[in-house]
């Protein structure tokens, strides 16, 4: 069981820059693959980055490339997203989500992969 809590969201103007941060409770935390998925207001939630369990390996959607890094920190149990060049269609809520995997190199892309999911963090990004 892990427990996920989003940080860091808030308002910001078009081309600023924004690092969320995903806390992770309960053990093992290496042993998860993260990810960070987003939701605007009546669309789909939809993949944005993800990271191994060994933040060796990364993928990232391909509005977001360039733009926007994800790291992680084993021994503070913490995932970041660093969003840079913000852009008004980047406006959403926010949502880190961890799945335990045996592969350390292994990175997951589909939300139906995650079994934990945090509240949300918004964003806003303004024109």
């Known amino acids: 069981q892990v427990q996920l809590v989003e940080s860091g969201g808030g308002l910001v103007q078009d081309g600023g820059s924004l690092r969320l941060s995903c806390a992770a409770s309960?053990?093992?935390?290496?042993?998860?693959?993260m990810g960070w998925f987003r939701q605007a207001p009546g669309k789909e939630r939809e993949f944005v980055t993800a990271i191994s369990r060994s933040g060796g390996t990364t993928s990232f959607a391909d509005s977001v490339k360039g733009r926007f890094t994800i790291s992680r920190d084993n021994a503070k149990n913490t995932v970041y997203l660093q969003m840079n060049s913000l852009e008004p269609e980047d406006t959403a809520a926010y949502y880190c989500?961890?799945?335990?995997?045996?592969?350390?190199?292994?990175?997951?892309?589909?939300?139906?992969?995650?079994?934990?999911w945090g509240q949300g963090t918004q964003v806003t990004v303004s024109s």
């Open positions: 989500a961890a799945v335990a995997t045996y592969y350390s190199t292994r990175y997951y892309v589909k939300t139906d992969d995650y079994n934990y």
């Open positions: 309960g053990r093992a935390f290496n042993t998860y693959a």
